[in-house]
């Protein structure tokens, strides 16, 4: 829970009616627990009194801390609805295959969101390497491109053919229905076909097969129309006409991105709270590194998000049942229906990863101003305050400081979030690191009633802080154990050997005896080899300790509970 200083209980409510928008700013240093306070935030959200149904929660992550949160959130559901939590770690290779042109069921064409979205992405996929912008002329170009291309596909003649044994499900969906074999039949009206039929599902599916690729794009560069209108147009850093140049940094794209080039083939299904670890693929040293760490920060955006920016205002943009034969603009309306009962928070984690490059800055500021009106909170967290956007910082309705680190960083913090004297000498003076007793938080809030500020101490349960501890050691032991006996059982077990949720003090321990045995231990990187052993020996421990080994059925059903029986069981004893 979130106290004064004097111990006093404080309430804080998320996504609350007395804000008019919802955009949440988390900054700290290295070490003062802007991971943890993250997934509490969320957890608080799931817990939220007034919702009868899991709200929708997507986080865009490098490394696995929001990991822990999700596996608490499947570990309180019944197996049949465990699906609603999703944790995945992507690759950038065809299993986890993601074509940003996919659109919703039905739509030969994108709406205007996911169109203003393509624009952005292709823009920065053509950006060089060494330069934060897009060569003159590169959003006009794909502007043309991805419409051109769209309308191609979406024609007469043009429509991709459908393929027998490309999916065995669509195989054998048709001939559950007893549709005849038919000469011709394209991708788009099996789409028709199994939508009208209600098979919503087994439709997006084949819709995969139907909607333009990476590749298609490479190819219509080269296309006459496509030329007659840009091939005079020039990139001076090269020389090559705008088309060839496109063909060219599309064509390297698609070849270094494997992920992009394909059908779809990652699919977060009906998952609500989703975490997509980008650790795998969000690596490299200089210009070509940082290029491929926004490629897949906005590709994620897109994944988590797509489903979040529809609003009735899109339903104009959806043609009625008279153009392909089914009301498709009537599933939207009940899906968007639907979304709009319910919260919606997207959560971008490492900030400072994308710092610097426009087009990504731009997809996220443009996710703050279009959050309001979808009812979307954006979530962001860096340990730099610069890495925040001037626009992100006027638009904030809550701001978290969790330190400044040096003394040399508070003046560009205080400055930054334009802190009142009084909270500007808190920073300097009464912060203080997680540890047993919490971690202190400047809390700024914008609501109807003018600005709020405040300094509040933050402290969670022992379960909840062993499931997103990401400390180093703690989280090395941790998931050792997991891997051996499963992430409930190892919370389980570390709780009880551990109720402060850290093994400093044990692995001080161990280092002290180290050093007395004449074995040079370095006191700021604990040796594998120590934690190796302390985890060998807990695992031995927990074989032989009667309460470690979990509940074998559901803790408890998420819908239908209270929040505090259900914080009881997720967090334990608060401490």
């Given at each position: 829970?979130l106290?004064?200083r004097?111990g006093r209980l ?14 949440t700013l988390i900054?700290?240093p290295?070490?003062t627990?802007?991971s943890?306070?993250m997934?509490?935030?969320?957890l ?8 009868s149904e899991l709200?929708y929660?997507s986080i865009?992550?490098v490394?696995?801390?929001?990991r822990?949160?999700v596996?608490?959130v499947k570990?309180?559901l019944p197996?049949?609805?465990?699906h609603l939590a999703?944790?995945a770690r992507?690759t950038?290779?065809?299993d986890?295959?993601i074509n940003v042109f996919?659109t919703?069921l039905?739509?030969r064409?994108p709406?205007?969101?996911?169109m203003a979205f393509?624009?952005n992405?292709?823009s920065?996929?053509a950006t ?5 912008s897009?060569?003159?002329?590169t959003?006009g170009?794909?502007s043309?491109?991805?419409?051109h ?7 007469f003649g ?12 669509i195989d ?5 229905l007893d549709v005849p ?9 099996v789409v028709?076909?199994l ?9 997006l599916?084949?819709?995969r097969?139907a909607v333009?690729?990476?590749g298609?794009?490479v190819e ?8 007659a ?6 990139v ?10 496109m063909?060219r940094r599309?064509?390297?794209a698609?070849?270094?991105y494997?992920?992009?080039g394909a059908v ?7 998952a609500r709270i989703v975490s997509l670890?980008l650790?795998?693929v ?10 491929a760490?926004a490629?897949m920060?906005?590709?994620?955006y ?9 609003t009735v ?6 043609p009625?049942?008279h153009?392909f ?9 009940a899906r968007?229906d639907?979304?709009?009962?319910l919260?919606k928070r ?13 087009v990504?800055?731009?997809q996220?500021?443009m996710?703050?101003?279009e959050?309001r ?5 954006i ?10 956007s001037?626009?992100s910082i ?12 040096t003394?040399?960083?508070i003046?560009?913090?205080v400055?930054?979030?334009q802190?009142s ?5 808190h920073?300097?003076h009464n ?9 202190t ?11 709020l ?5 933050s402290?969670?349960g ?12 703690d ?8 891997r051996?006996?499963g ?11 551990f109720p ?5 003090e ?9 050093g007395e045995?004449?074995?040079?231990s370095?006191?700021l990187?604990?040796p ?5 052993g ?10 032989l300790?009667?309460?470690a080994?979990?509940e074998t059925?559901?803790v408890?059903?998420l819908?239908?509970?209270?929040s505090a029986?259900?914080?009881e069981d997720i967090?334990g004893?608060?401490s």
């Amino acid at each position: 829970p979130l106290r004064t200083r004097d111990g006093r209980l404080f309430h804080y409510e998320p996504y609350s009616a007395r804000q008019t928008s919802w955009v949440t700013l988390i900054f700290g240093p290295m070490g003062t627990g802007k991971s943890v306070w993250m997934n509490y935030c969320n957890l608080s959200l799931i817990l939220k009194s007034d919702l009868s149904e899991l709200p929708y929660i997507s986080i865009i992550d490098v490394g696995p801390s929001s990991r822990g949160l999700v596996s608490l959130v499947k570990a309180a559901l019944p197996p049949e609805r465990r699906h609603l939590a999703m944790y995945a770690r992507l690759t950038n290779s065809t299993d986890c295959a993601i074509n940003v042109f996919d659109t919703p069921l039905g739509l030969r064409k994108p709406l205007s969101v996911h169109m203003a979205f393509l624009v952005n992405f292709l823009s920065l996929l053509a950006t060089p390497d060494d330069s934060a912008s897009p060569v003159e002329g590169t959003e006009g170009f794909v502007s043309m491109l991805v419409t051109h291309v769209y309308d191609t596909l979406a024609s007469f003649g043009n429509r991709k053919p459908y393929e027998p044994r490309v999916s065995e499900r669509i195989d054998r969906a048709l001939k559950d229905l007893d549709v005849p074999d038919k000469p011709g039949r394209t991708w788009w009206e099996v789409v028709d076909l199994l939508a009208e039929r209600g098979m919503t599902r087994d439709a997006l599916l084949a819709q995969r097969y139907a909607v333009p690729t990476l590749g298609d794009l490479v190819e219509a560069c080269r296309d006459e129309t496509i030329m007659a209108t840009f091939g005079a147009n020039r990139v001076a850093q090269t020389q090559e006409d705008l088309p060839s140049y496109m063909f060219r940094r599309l064509r390297d794209a698609m070849n270094r991105y494997k992920i992009l080039g394909a059908v779809t083939r990652f699919d977060l299904g009906d998952a609500r709270i989703v975490s997509l670890d980008l650790d795998e693929v969000a690596r490299g040293a200089g210009g070509t590194g940082k290029r491929a760490v926004a490629t897949m920060y906005m590709l994620a955006y897109q994944v988590l998000t797509s489903r979040f920016f529809l609003t009735v205002d899109h339903l104009r943009e959806i043609p009625d049942a008279h153009a392909f034969g089914v009301d498709y603009r009537a599933h939207h309306a009940a899906r968007i229906d639907g979304l709009a009962r319910l919260p919606k928070r997207l959560c971008i984690d490492e900030k400072h990863r994308v710092r610097g490059i426009r087009v990504v800055e731009e997809q996220m500021d443009m996710a703050i101003r279009e959050g309001r009106k979808a009812k979307v909170e954006i979530v962001q967290a860096s340990q730099i305050a610069e890495d925040f956007s001037e626009d992100s910082i006027k638009l904030a309705t809550s701001i978290f400081i969790l330190g400044a680190g040096t003394k040399a960083n508070i003046r560009p913090v205080v400055e930054r979030f334009q802190l009142s004297d009084a909270m500007a000498y808190h920073l300097e003076h009464n912060m203080r690191k997680p540890g047993r007793e919490g971690a202190t938080i400047l809390c700024l809030t914008q609501t109807d009633a003018g600005a709020l500020e405040h300094i509040l101490v933050s402290s969670q349960g022992p379960t909840f802080l062993w499931a997103t501890n990401t400390n180093r050691d703690d989280a090395y032991v941790r998931d050792r154990l997991a891997r051996s006996i499963g992430d409930q059982a190892a919370r389980h077990f570390l709780v009880k050997r551990f109720p402060s949720a850290t093994l400093e003090e044990e692995i001080a321990r161990r280092k002290r005896a180290l050093g007395e045995s004449g074995i040079d231990s370095d006191e700021l990187d604990t040796p594998t080899s120590l934690l190796d052993g302390l985890a060998d020996e807990l695992l031995a421990d927990y074989k032989l300790y009667s309460g470690a080994r979990p509940e074998t059925e559901t803790v408890a059903r998420l819908v239908g509970r209270s929040s505090a029986a259900l914080s009881e069981d997720i967090q334990g004893t608060p401490s």
